[in-house]
């Protein structure tokens, strides 16, 4: 490769890593959309609210949709930026933890269930984490290993699997 190639191609690999195809099965029930253009907000061809309202919905889709509001849209500058901005970029999620305590001495077991289970907003969304069935955030899963550090300093948690996946809600 020459030099020229290797720019080409990293700016095309750069450019490529936020949009990849967004299917509407991909969107989140009850998601909030953005109606932004590219004119009026320079992060719309990078943000999944904006994203996402592109996508050609079906006949059978819902008539209301919850929406950023357009006055809100036009106050946005460079300086205040928007909060609702949802970066389209894929993130590196853990998926399930169904052999996470295997290796956990029993005596310490209890604890590190307790102290895992309030890495997360609920028992629900722990158990549906756990289950695979919700993704676990690269935040939340340092926040796991710092249980994990603290209570077994030789053991580290062994999640089902790794998936990348687009942050929806950030």
């Not at 909060?83 to 590190?112: I, N, Q, S």
């Not at 895992?116 to 993704?135: I, N, P, S």
Request: with cysteine.
């Amino acid at each position: 490769f020459d030099i020229v190639s290797l720019v080409y191609f990293y700016a095309y690999f750069m450019t490529n890593q936020y949009i990849m195809e967004i299917k509407k099965d991909d969107v989140p029930y009850n998601y909030t959309y953005c109606i932004a253009t590219n004119e009026q907000c320079k992060l719309a061809k990078q943000c999944l609210r904006a994203l996402a309202m592109k996508i050609e919905h079906r006949e059978n889709d819902s008539d209301f949709i919850e929406i950023v509001a357009p006055y809100y849209i036009e106050t946005r500058t460079e300086t205040k930026p928007c909060r609702w901005f949802a970066e389209a970029k894929l993130k590196h999620f853990a998926k399930g933890m169904r052999h996470f305590y295997d290796e956990v001495p029993a005596g310490k077991l209890k604890l590190m269930r307790q102290e895992v289970q309030y890495c997360f907003t609920t028992r629900y969304h722990y158990y549906k984490a756990r289950k695979g069935d919700e993704l676990i955030s690269e935040s939340l899963q340092a926040e796991i290993t710092e249980v994990f550090k603290a209570i077994c300093p030789n053991l580290e948690p062994k999640f089902d699997e790794f998936v990348d996946a687009y942050g929806w809600n950030p």
